[in-house]
T-cell receptor, first 113, second 112 residues
Framework: NAGVTQTPKFQVLKTGQSMTLQCAQD?????MYWYRQDPGMGLRLIYYSASEGTTDKGEVPNGYNVSRLNKREFSLRLESAAPSQTSVYFCASRRTGQVYGYTFGSGTRLTVV | TQLLEQSPQFLSIQEGENLTVYCNSS?????LQWYRQEPGEGPVLLVT?????EVKKLKRLTFQFGDARKDSSLHITAAQPGDTGLYLC????????????FGQGTRLTINP
């Protein structure tokens, strides 16, 4: 099915470990996004990529890095995981134009112990 | 920083009742969207409103964008258990904005 695919769905890390969350979309969207969702805080933007070859910081970028590998793929890396990064992470993509909304993946539930 | 405040944060009502969820800001938005999120899934787009005063209907759901484009509401008529979920509003600050600002969400529970 067309859409946004995130892997893995669940992950447990120890403090200080690193990992990369993968995201791919097959809708030929220009823009891609990484959000984190915490209880009572809604969705907060970590990084986004308006087009292939560009990335920009969002609201909460500290502790994360991203790579827009090509138009389809946008990965999020945690270099040294901290318990404060325990969250649900969502990748999204969007077609250019204000009437178009985000298409979200199904999320990665990350626990850092 | 533009903020979107949703109210109420939690709402639990009986099947068949009507309800309204609000999304308010002190800032003007170029467009506003509503999403619904079910447990274990990502949010799914319900509607986009772009014109002040605009009203859109999606079956039993009615969405309105305020005249000044600073607020929006979602009204559900004769709520059903299938309407249960987290409802999120999201706004674009300017036309062509690459990123959206999200409200904190309204968790709606419809009891049979």
């Amino acid at each position: 099915n067309a859409g946004v695919t995130q892997t893995p769905k669940f992950q447990v890390l120890k403090t200080g470990q690193s990992m990369t969350l993968q995201c791919a979309q097959d809708m030929n969207h220009n823009s891609m996004y990484w959000y984190r969702q915490d209880p009572g805080m809604g969705l907060r933007l970590i990084y986004y990529s308006a087009s292939e070859g560009t990335t920009d910081k969002g609201e909460v970028p500290n502790g994360y890095n991203v790579s827009r590998l090509n138009k389809r793929e946008f990965s999020l890396r945690l270099e040294s995981a901290a318990p404060s990064q325990t969250s649900v992470y969502f990748c999204a993509s969007r077609r250019t134009g204000q009437v178009y909304g985000y298409t979200f993946g199904s999320g990665t539930r990350l626990t850092v112990v | 920083t533009q903020l979107l405040e949703q109210s109420p944060q939690f709402l639990s009502i009986q099947e068949g009742e009507n309800l309204t969820v609000y999304c308010n800001s002190s800032s003007v938005f170029s467009s506003l969207q509503w999403y619904r999120q079910e447990p274990g899934e990502g949010p799914v787009l319900l509607v986009t409103v772009v014109t002040g005063g605009e009203v859109k209907k999606l079956k039993r759901l009615t969405f309105q964008f305020g005249d000044a484009r600073k607020d929006s509401s979602l009204h559900i008529t004769a709520a059903q258990p299938g309407d249960t979920g987290l409802y999120l509003c999201a706004g674009a600050a300017v036309q062509g904005a690459q990123k959206l600002v999200f409200g904190q969400g309204t968790r709606l529970t419809i009891n049979p």
